[in-house]
């Protein structure tokens, strides 16, 4: 059982488009991530979810959205791709609201714009 | 702000030799430190952790590293690396704001282990 799978790994897609990447966890944590590595493999957060709330929003473009439909799930939406979205994004999860315990995470996926 | 740095962007090492793998934060609260390794298109994986207690942590597949709060350092280390150990090495703190956190992670570090 994967604990926190992320869908699609890989992901082409041409500038101008608008692309969703799908997260889940089942390790019945209640915050969620979205992580995002740059082609120097750089780590930064983005995004932070508990219980379906955002509760950390860096600065990051208004054409990233986030949507947590339950606390199982983090999903990413991407409007207007652009060349300098490609990067790999990484879902992760941890207990409570992340303050005191290490994160899990996902596969990643590898996103390509063209 | 709180920040990490991992000293050495690669280091390439001889099978079954040892190596260190250095981290230092910059942090004025107390802290939580990670060690995380990414193989090759993979995800990352948590090796080990300090969260509090002994300074000396043990971690999956050999590693250890040692938390030392006067030199803001948090080293990775094993006494015998293997060629599986090859793969990307990230150094994270944890920085709280309340009840909740995120991973500060550090540049990462590339450990080649040679045969």
């Known amino acids: 059982d994967t604990a926190v799978s992320q869908t699609p790994k890989y992901l082409v897609t041409q500038m101008g488009n608008d692309k969703s990447i799908k997260c889940e966890q089942n390790?019945?944590?209640?915050?969620m991530y979205w992580y995002k590595q740059d082609s120097k493999k750089f780590l930064k957060i983005m995004f932070s979810?508990?219980?379906?709330?955002?509760?950390i929003n860096e600065t990051v473009p208004n054409r990233f959205s986030p949507k947590s439909p339950d606390k199982a799930h983090l999903n990413l939406h991407i409007n207007s791709l652009e060349l300098g979205d490609s990067a790999v994004y990484f879902c992760?999860?941890?207990?409570?609201?992340?303050?005191?315990?290490?994160?899990?995470f996902g596969q990643g996926t590898r996103l390509t714009v063209v | 702000a709180q920040s990490v740095t991992q000293l050495d962007s690669q280091v390439p090492v001889f099978e079954e030799a040892p190596v260190e793998l250095r981290c230092n934060y910059s942090?004025?609260?107390?802290?939580?430190l990670f060690w995380y390794v990414q193989y090759p298109n993979q995800g990352l994986q948590l090796l080990l952790k300090y969260l509090s207690g002994s300074t000396l942590v043990k971690g999956i597949n050999g590693f250890e590293a040692e938390f030392n709060k006067s030199q803001t350092s948090f080293h990775l280390r094993k006494p015998s690396v293997h060629i599986s150990d090859t793969a990307e090495y990230f150094c994270?703190?944890?920085?709280?704001?309340?009840?909740?956190?995120?991973?500060?992670f550090g540049q990462g570090t590339t450990l080649q282990v040679k045969p």
């Open positions: 994270a703190v944890l920085v709280r704001s309340g009840n909740t956190g995120k991973l500060i």
């Open positions: 942090s004025s609260v107390s802290v939580y």
């Open positions: 979810y508990n219980n379906k709330e955002l509760i």
């Open positions: 992760a999860s941890s207990q409570g609201k992340g303050a005191n315990t290490e994160a899990f």
């Open positions: 390790l019945g944590h209640d915050t």
